[in-house]
């Protein structure tokens, strides 16, 4: 009488959760993805025509991560350029009046390119091997061309801006003043 009144008071999701329910078997039609195979305690799957094993992940040669490598290092090289449309759109939005926002901007476009500028060698080094040296140095220099892509932005921003020295009026203190070639002299 005891037994019957405990298994009467215990829920059914204890008792669920004591026995999982049995595994569902899942339809022939669609395969398992590579890597994911449909038990994980066994090393065979079960197909329905035929019994495959599972191979285990080949370890790639140098040659496959010289070239991994080097996508992943063309797309460090390719990052500066892809942020730029942004800045750009930043840096025209924020007008060419000298303003907080505007002048953090301009010294945000300043600051980035010239760090990773200085910081060339040390963006690429995880990547580079002996066998990849030469194709490493063009994705440098790409990177470094990107770069200054960027700078230029900044400086198209100070010229807007009317902060860089681009007119005669801007280097008045060193021109020479004119020697008069006749003087008048006023009659009394």
């Known amino acids: 009488m005891s037994e019957l009144t405990i298994q009467e008071v215990v829920p059914r999701w204890v008792s669920d959760l ?21 038990q994980s305690s066994g090393s065979k799957k ?18 496959e991560m010289d070239t991994l490598k080097l996508k992943k290092a063309w797309e460090v090289a390719l990052a500066p350029i892809k942020s ?15 303003q907080i926002f505007s002048i953090m901007m301009v010294f945000m476009a300043f600051k980035n390119p010239i760090a990773g500028l200085l910081a060339t060698n040390q963006a690429f080094e995880r990547f580079e091997t002996d066998t990849n040296k030469a194709k490493m140095l063009q994705v440098k220099l790409a990177y470094v061309a990107m770069q200054l892509v960027a700078l230029a932005v900044g ?22 003043g004119r020697e ?9």
């Not at 329910?21 to 590579?34: E, L, Q, T, W």
């Not at 730029?84 to 000298?98: D, E, H, R, V």
């Not at 801006?161 to 681009?166: I, K, S």
Request: proline fraction near 13%; avoid cysteine.
């Open 18 to 38: 004591a026995s999982p329910p049995a595994h569902k078997s899942k339809s022939g039609a669609i395969p398992d993805p590579p890597g994911f195979p449909s």
């Open 46 to 63: 079960r197909d329905t025509s035929k019994e495959t094993k599972i191979q285990p992940r080949k370890q790639a040669t140098p040659e």
């Open 84 to 98: 730029l449309p942004m800045t750009a759109i930043m840096m025209y939005m924020t007008g060419n009046s000298l």
């Open 155 to 176: 400086i198209w921003k100070v010229n807007s801006m009317g902060l860089l020295p681009t007119t005669r009026s801007d280097w008045l203190a060193w021109e020479a």
């Open 180 to 188: 008069p070639m006749e003087s008048a002299v006023v009659a009394v």
